[in-house]
């Protein structure tokens, strides 16, 4: 079947429901929900959860951003090794709240790779999807930035957009993975995704400011 | 005696000898000085290593950086908020490998007063010391970039520049400390900065990347 | 009388009613304007405009940014020379739309100063205020960003913020002057906000946009 | 033959020997050259001389860098439709010394498309000119930083970079043409740079500071 592969990835991004002490209780609730209907989920939280949450969670973290450079002097910068030491397995790249420059998504994606980490790179369009498949990341996730936080699924308001894009990524780069981001919030929008050829999803207020947690995961998940 | 209120707050960088583990271990050795020598001593570790060695060391932890934002969808930033969750009390601004726009230098210290996180403000030369001083930091670090990290102090080579900026502050804000960075090594460095009025120092190559950080350490202060 | 020494700068933006031919257009409405009310004028056309309005119209041409480098490799950049050659006498700095680094404010100042271009530092409250006053610009412009655009004058809706720049900054550089931006369309707008101490106004909108641009700047000059 | 179609773009940077008057001369220069040799030759200066040259030079003027921008409130920024009214007919894009994000390069072509200005993407290595090929530009650009401004041209030093260049790009966008910068000075660095299947190149100093900007031009371009 093929949702066994599918991914979800869930966006702490700075909410202070998905922060320190809250970081680490949702992400094992997303550990206990990834067991329970054997989905492969992830977490990224903000960079001083990282390591908080790896050593006490077992699940998948990624970094929010890396930057692209080398170790050395670069106070108050992200460098790849040391999100690694802390435990991330992968990063977030180019995300619409953190766009990057051409050149350094290139850089960041081969940093990345030096020291294991996987790489989700963030789109807004059928252009800078294909763009960004040239570069080889593990996934790209295309989020339509007008739908961000809105809770209106790009799966049903723009389907378009993610027909396109995996048809653009297969054929430049087939193993590249194609996620659906911006305003997945239900069951029905992630399935929506699925039948439109995404292979996986990339969440965050939908899930993080829901009133229950666990409960608004769960009913995105059920249905697989 | 002037000297107790002296304080040496040392700025890991992203360099590979103070980074995950080994990042740890120079807090231990920091924590150690500063009990020894009654040296008022701080760590500015990279992010994904705050939580860790603030479980673990009872030593000030100071972050690198933080961003001027609030909580909120802000994904790949620093959140004064988390930093602090995870054991910072206080976190570098405008250092040279990081500078600011004056709005958000402004608006980061109005946020990190917020969250109960302390203020270094990093300048470049008189008139930027002068412009931070007026923002009312707790502390203004004078540096100029030409001699971070040649191991030529600044206190030597450019003394007009730390007396000319104890000066300035002391005028507009005397309750802002000036400290002394760019080049200082040994404890003759430290001690022609204090001479010169500055009221502690900022480190960083010349203990992180010596053979012996203990030993480097050990000679900076225990001419105090 | 005070006044008589009143500068008016008019911020061109992007705004495509003060572009090319019609910036041309609108450069010589206000040497008219200046003309017939005895009132200091000046104009901030995109760069692109400088030299076209500079060589054909006799009024002060301000440029809308620089960049703080010397000439060389510096490709899509704002060289301060190649302003002031293209018939430039000053330059804002640091506009809300345009905010610059702390360490960049200053070189900028001083590079404007090299190649005698005034300078013009918007700022967005009375801390940064103080700060850019310390950098000792020709001008702070300060411009609560809140009512850029509006309509709503800042005179009118804060004047405490007019009031507290103008204090603020003649206690640090008495020689610095200080202009009112934000929200400045009317004939009473202008004249409180002199009654607040402020040394003349920075506009934009209110007369660019305005459907008879030359009506709308009688109207904010006559009563001088 | 080929070479008809070559074309040569000359990079003015912000160098004081093709700014103002200079940069005047330096474009008449081209146009002779041009008429000459019957190539066709484009000069890109900074924004505030466009419309001088291109008011009086029958020669295409690009811009150095536009802002991915509409008409509004963007003071500062460099609006494509005041370059394209100032008398460009195209513009550089991404340059090594103004890397833009990959958002920006996308969103910056379609504005350029929609006023008519020609555009040509700079890009770093193989990967990134692949990537940059995707948005379908006019042209793409390759220059390994590391060679610019050298002298050492990318024809010889690392002529797998142009050929690898060439190749990627006609396979994803056969309409896009690909040039090859950083170190061309000589005639012979153009010579092989065309054999390696380059569609024309884009220069800097090796002509501008030249002693004798018209000798090194002609030797540049009289093999062909």
Known sequence: MRENNMIVILNFKCYKEAMGEKALTLARICEQISQEYSIKMAVAPQHPDIYRISSS?????????????EVGSHTGYVLPECVA?????????NHSEKRMKLAD???AIERARDVGLKTVVCTNNIPTTKAAATLLPD??????????GTGVAVSKANPEVVRGSVKAVKEIAPNVNVLCGAGITTGEDFKRAVELGA??????????????????LESLVKWL
Chains 1, 2, 3, 4 share one sequence.
Do not use: M, N, W
Request: hydrophobic letters at 45%; glycine letters at 8%.
């Open 57 to 69: 969670v077992d699940i998948p973290v990624y970094a929010q951003h890396i930057d692209p450079i």
């Open 105 to 107: 998504i290139e850089r």
């Open 85 to 93: 030491e802390a435990g991330a397995c992968g990063t977030l790249l």
């Open 199 to 216: 292979e996986g999803i990339l969440l965050a207020s939908g899930i993080v400011k829901a009133k229950d947690q666990r409960e608004a």
């Open 139 to 148: 996934f790209v996730a295309v989020e339509p930035p007008e739908l961000i």
